[in-house]
Antibody, heavy 118, light 110 residues
């Protein structure tokens, strides 16, 4: 059974960088059949897919156009985890952030409420 | 982007009665003869839980009173006999193309 454990700060000031990590157990971030996503949920915007990383013969990333200019998703195979960085946050980035596995999102992290406020 | 819509926004169903939720995609999500459509259940303070993938394939541990169906751009989640534990928000999601997109959700109450 795949489990995802998220960590990272929950309160940020505007212009700071959001950094979250998702540690994987029961699977490998380097799996050639999986993909590793970051998704956020807010009352105003619902669910918003932010991006993903996956390994085939090399690492690849895909990002949502809405955040493409300020998002970085990385994988660390030595720690079996992947991470999200979102630069220059604003109050509009306030949301619950989730990591999730797959295309059908069959495993989810517990969620992290990130609040951006001065 | 593929736009997902759901109806109704909310529904109240008596215990033991049937609940039916509709999901429509703005374009076909058919890929290799499979519909790239998933359903999730979300309870307050929890992450979503996968119920169905490929529109009708039941995820592990999902009770048989839940069923998923549909094709083309029209999909349905049915709870045949509502239990108290089924009170939740339900979402559909397409994984045919990026960005992955979700419906706005349907709230099921008793």
């Amino acid at each position: 059974q795949v489990q995802l454990q998220q960590s990272g700060p929950g309160l940020l000031r505007p212009s700071q960088t959001l950094s979250l990590t998702c540690v994987i157990s029961g699977d490998s971030v380097s799996s050639t059949t999986a993909a590793w996503n970051w998704i956020r949920q807010s009352p105003s915007r619902g669910f918003e897919w932010l991006g993903r990383t996956y390994y085939r013969s090399e690492w690849s990333v895909d990002y949502a156009e809405s955040v493409k200019s300020r998002i970085v998703i990385n994988a660390d195979a030595s720690k079996n985890q992947f991470s999200l960085q979102l630069l220059s946050v604003t109050p509009e980035d306030t949301a619950v952030y989730f990591c999730a596995r797959g295309w059908d999102l069959n495993s989810w992290g517990q969620g992290t409420l990130v609040t951006v406020s001065a | 982007d593929i736009v997902m819509t759901q109806s109704p926004e909310s529904l109240a169903v008596s215990l033991g009665e049937r609940a039916t939720i509709s999901c429509k995609s703005s374009q076909s999500v058919l890929f290799n003869n499979k519909e790239s459509l998933a359903w999730y259940q979300q309870k307050p303070g929890q992450p979503p839980k996968l119920l169905f993938y490929w529109a009708s394939a039941r995820a592990s541990g999902v009770p048989v009173r839940f069923s998923g169906s549909g094709s083309g751009t029209d999909f349905t989640l049915t709870i045949s006999s509502l239990q108290a534990d089924d009170v939740a928000l339900y979402y559909c999601q397409q994984y045919y193309s990026l960005p992955l997109t979700f419906g706005p959700g349907t709230k099921v109450e008793i």
